[in-house]
C-alpha cells in the first residue's frame, strides 16, 4: 500500500509542483533576485521535468519552414539554416549527431533538460531561445536519422564578426556600446547560474537595431559531456579564446577543463579584442598548438594602431582588458565587477 501511495503521489504531485515551480520563475524579476536564486529554481525546475520525464509541448515547434538541403553557415559540431516561421524569420540550428541511436537519444534527453532553461530567459542582451524541431535524413545505410534543431529570432546583421567586417566607420563610443551589451548579457547568465563556455564573435548575434544577443549559451559543456557529433575541422575553433587553465589544467592544479565563471570573464577579454580589432586573437599565428604555447607562456594579443583601424581602446579599458584575461583565474574580476568599470 505504501508502495503504491508513494507511486500515485509521485505521479499526482510531481506535475504539481512543476506547475507551481514554473509559476514562481515567471514571477520572479531576476533583477531584484538573490545572486544565483533565479539560477538555483531554474535549475531546480528543470531536475524535477527531468526525472519525470514531462517537458513543455511548447518546447517542440511544428510551424517553421526551412531548407535544410543549403546552410548558410557550417560550424563545428551543428549547420545553420535559415527558415520561417508565422513570427517571422528564423535561425535553425541542426547538430550532426554521429553516436549510436541509444546515445543520439541520450543527448536528445539533454538537450531538452537545457532547453527548459534556456526558454526562461529573458534578456535584451541575450538572444532567446524559441524551441526545438526535428528533422529527418537517410545516413549511408539509408537508415533513418532524427537530427535536433535548435530554432532562435534571426540576426539581422548576422553575428558580431561578420557586422565588424561589413560595417565601416565603428567608431570606439560604439564598439563600447558593445562590449557594454555583452558584458551585461554574460552577467545575466552568470546570474541564472549559466556558464558560457564558449564565448566569442561567431556566437554573439547583432539584430538590426546594433544590439549584440548572446548565443549558444552552455552548449559547450553539452558537447563535451555527449561526444556523439560529428566535428568538422576546417571552421575555427574556440582555442584563441580558451583560458589557460582550461588548455592546460594540470599547470594550475586543476583536474578537469571545465569552464568556469572565470574563463568565461577571459574569453570576454578576447571578445574586447575583436570588438576593437575585427581580428581573432593571435590572428597572425596560423597554429592552434602556437596559439596555446603563447598563451601558457602568459603572452596576449596587443593593440596596434595598424589593427585598430577605429583607434586604440583607452588606457582605462585597455587595463580592465588585461585584468580579465590575467593569467590565474582567481586575479580576474568577476563580470559584475567588469560592468561597473564599463558603466564608470
Not at 535561425?91 to 549527431?97: E, G, Q
Not at 557594454?180 to 554574460?186: C, D, M, P, W
Request: net charge negative; charged share 25%.
Amino acid at each position: 500500500m505504501d508502495s503504491e501511495t508513494g507511486n500515485t503521489t509521485h505521479k499526482y504531485a510531481g506535475p504539481a509542483l512543476l506547475r507551481q515551480l514554473q509559476a514562481k520563475i515567471y514571477h520572479v524579476d531576476s533583477s531584484l533576485a538573490e545572486p544565483n536564486l533565479w539560477g538555483n529554481a531554474l535549475r531546480l525546475y528543470q531536475r524535477v521535468a527531468s526525472e519525470l520525464d514531462r517537458y513543455p509541448r511548447a518546447l517542440v515547434l511544428n510551424d517553421v519552414e526551412t531548407d535544410l538541403a543549403n546552410p548558410i553557415f557550417d560550424g563545428h559540431y551543428a549547420d545553420v539554416f535559415k527558415g520561417h516561421s508565422a513570427d517571422g524569420d528564423v535561425a535553425v540550428k541542426r547538430f550532426r549527431l554521429a553516436g549510436t541511436s541509444k546515445q543520439n537519444l541520450d543527448f536528445s534527453k539533454a538537450l531538452l533538460a537545457e532547453a527548459l532553461v534556456w526558454r526562461h530567459l529573458d534578456h535584451a542582451n541575450i538572444l532567446p531561445f524559441l524551441g526545438l524541431m526535428t528533422s529527418s535524413e537517410q545516413d549511408e545505410h539509408h537508415a533513418e536519422l532524427s537530427l535536433l534543431c535548435m530554432v532562435t529570432p534571426w540576426a539581422q546583421n548576422g553575428n558580431l564578426r561578420r557586422y565588424l567586417d561589413a560595417t565601416e566607420g565603428i567608431s570606439l563610443s560604439e564598439k563600447h556600446s558593445l562590449i557594454l551589451g555583452i558584458a551585461e548579457g554574460l552577467a545575466y547568465l552568470h546570474d541564472a547560474g549559466i556558464i558560457h563556455g564558449d564565448l566569442r564573435g561567431v556566437n554573439i548575434m547583432v539584430d538590426a537595431n546594433s544590439c549584440p544577443r548572446l548565443g549558444d549559451y552552455g552548449l559547450s559543456q553539452l558537447v563535451e559531456a555527449w561526444p556523439v557529433l560529428a566535428s568538422r575541422k576546417k571552421a575555427e575553433g574556440p582555442t584563441r579564446w580558451t583560458a589557460p587553465e582550461l588548455l592546460s589544467p594540470e599547470h594550475f592544479d586543476r583536474e578537469s577543463s571545465e569552464p568556469t565563471y572565470a574563463s568565461d570573464v577571459y574569453a570576454f577579454a578576447c571578445v574586447c579584442y575583436e570588438v576593437y580589432t575585427s581580428q581573432s586573437p593571435f590572428h597572425a599565428l596560423k597554429r592552434e598548438a602556437s596559439v596555446i604555447f603563447r598563451v601558457l607562456d602568459s603572452k596576449r594579443p596587443e593593440f596596434t594602431v595598424e589593427d585598430c583601424a577605429g583607434g586604440l581602446p583607452p588606457q582605462a579599458m585597455q587595463e580592465l582588458i588585461r585584468r580579465s584575461w590575467d593569467q590565474m583565474p582567481d586575479n580576474r574580476p568577476q563580470i559584475h565587477e567588469v560592468l561597473r568599470r564599463l558603466k564608470q
